[in-house]
């Protein structure tokens, strides 16, 4: 059968996009779809409709290097509210628990337990699945749901900001985690507070980074609508990975998935077409894997980027 080819409208590379509090991911999303035309549109994982933040798109043939983005550890900015916890663990849910406030000195002590690898619950609002459902859906249908612990990496979490009552108990303070993919900071802020014998969720949340992606680089969703969200080059999706530029001969083989020499380390590597001029930038041709063949090193195409008849 005949490979079908794409059309003109499609489009490949990177977006970046910085997400408002009230719409979900997948509004984003489809907002990208509409204005490039692209169906196709991967994300670097999604944010909770009332959290900000980065959200990292990949569009068309660009999708399939979700994979091998370097989008970890990502930050986290929040602010934490003590004294009560509610069952969605943010300033949308219903109050489950009231509890006393924790003092500065409470916080900063238990602090350290939650930095390293450490064991965490997902909360009940959340996408994980349970037999097939997602947990959210069960949760808002009114079934108890209990999820099992999973491990995550926290590689920074620092506290400031801290707002006091009178009786020197903190009301509220801000929060900024660097962690692993798969943690929810919601959870992090609950399991926090209930460590000083205290309640509490999240009022804010913002994503300020994600590997070597940053926010200050994102456009706004009204930008976007507006036509004038920038789809950067798909080789910007794999910033940290070594590249290898192609001869001509090495191009035509790569487009077809055939594998060519290396020349440099590395266990990965992004395969790019030779600069021409000064002001023209390369462009990739392929992600690949490096393999051992008797004639050598050899690195193998995993995504390919360009047709065969280029």
């Given at each position: 059968?005949?490979?079908?080819?794409?059309?003109?409208?499609?489009?490949?590379?990177?977006?970046?996009?910085?997400?408002?509090?009230?719409?979900?991911?997948?509004?984003?999303?489809?907002?990208?779809?509409?204005?490039?035309?692209?169906?196709?549109?991967?994300?670097?994982?999604?944010?909770?409709?009332?959290?900000?933040?980065?959200?990292?798109?990949?569009?068309?043939?660009?999708?399939?290097?979700?994979?091998?983005?370097?989008?970890?550890?990502?930050?986290?900015?929040?602010?934490?509210?003590?004294?009560?916890?509610?069952?969605?663990?943010?300033?949308?849910?219903?109050?489950?628990?009231?509890?006393?406030r924790p003092t500065r000195e409470?916080?900063?002590?238990?602090?350290?337990?939650?930095?390293?690898?450490?064991?965490?619950?997902?909360?009940?609002?959340?996408?994980?699945?349970?037999?097939?459902?997602?947990?959210?859906?069960?949760?808002?249908?009114?079934?108890?749901?209990?999820?099992?612990?999973?491990d995550i990496e926290i590689a920074?979490?620092?506290?400031?900001?801290?707002?006091?009552?009178?009786?020197g108990k903190v009301e509220q303070?801000?929060?900024?985690?660097?962690?692993?993919?798969?943690?929810?900071?919601?959870?992090?802020?609950?399991?926090?507070?209930?460590?000083?014998?205290?309640?509490?969720?999240?009022?804010?949340?913002?994503?300020?980074?994600?590997?070597?992606?940053?926010?200050?680089?994102?456009?706004?969703?009204?930008?976007?609508?507006?036509?004038?969200?920038?789809?950067?080059?798909?080789?910007?999706?794999?910033?940290?990975?070594?590249?290898?530029?192609?001869?001509?001969?090495?191009?035509?083989?790569?487009?077809?998935?055939?594998?060519?020499?290396?020349?440099?380390?590395?266990?990965?590597?992004?395969?790019?077409?030779?600069?021409?001029?000064?002001?023209?930038?390369?462009?990739?041709?392929?992600?690949?894997?490096?393999?051992?063949?008797?004639?050598?090193?050899?690195?193998?195409?995993?995504?390919?980027?360009?047709?065969?008849?280029?």
């Amino acid at each position: 059968m005949p490979r079908r080819k794409r059309t003109s409208a499609g489009t490949d590379g990177l977006l970046l996009v910085d997400k408002p509090a009230g719409i979900s991911s997948h509004d984003v999303v489809a907002a990208a779809r509409r204005v490039t035309g692209e169906s196709r549109i991967g994300h670097g994982g999604t944010l909770d409709p009332f959290a900000t933040g980065l959200l990292v798109l990949l569009l068309g043939r660009a999708t399939r290097l979700l994979q091998y983005l370097h989008d970890t550890p990502k930050v986290y900015d929040a602010t934490v509210r003590f004294g009560a916890e509610t069952d969605t663990e943010d300033l949308l849910g219903t109050v489950v628990l009231e509890a006393p406030r924790p003092t500065r000195e409470a916080l900063e002590l238990a602090r350290p337990n939650f930095v390293g690898t450490i064991s965490q619950v997902p909360p009940a609002y959340s996408a994980k699945r349970v037999d097939g459902q997602r947990a959210y859906a069960l949760a808002r249908a009114g079934h108890d749901v209990e999820l099992a612990p999973v491990d995550i990496e926290i590689a920074e979490l620092t506290l400031r900001d801290f707002t006091v009552d009178a009786d020197g108990k903190v009301e509220q303070c801000q929060m900024r985690v660097r962690c692993g993919s798969g943690t929810y900071i919601r959870s992090i802020a609950r399991d926090l507070a209930r460590a000083c014998g205290s309640a509490a969720h999240l009022t804010q949340l913002r994503r300020t980074d994600a590997g070597s992606f940053r926010v200050v680089d994102a456009v706004t969703v009204d930008q976007l609508r507006a036509g004038q969200g920038v789809v950067r080059p798909a080789l910007d999706a794999l910033a940290g990975y070594p590249q290898q530029a192609l001869t001509d001969a090495e191009l035509a083989g790569v487009v077809r998935g055939i594998d060519v020499a290396a020349t440099i380390d590395g266990p990965f590597a992004a395969l790019i077409t030779a600069s021409v001029t000064a002001d023209l930038a390369p462009i990739l041709v392929a992600f690949a894997e490096r393999r051992i063949a008797e004639s050598g090193d050899r690195f193998q195409p995993r995504v390919v980027m360009r047709e065969a008849s280029i």
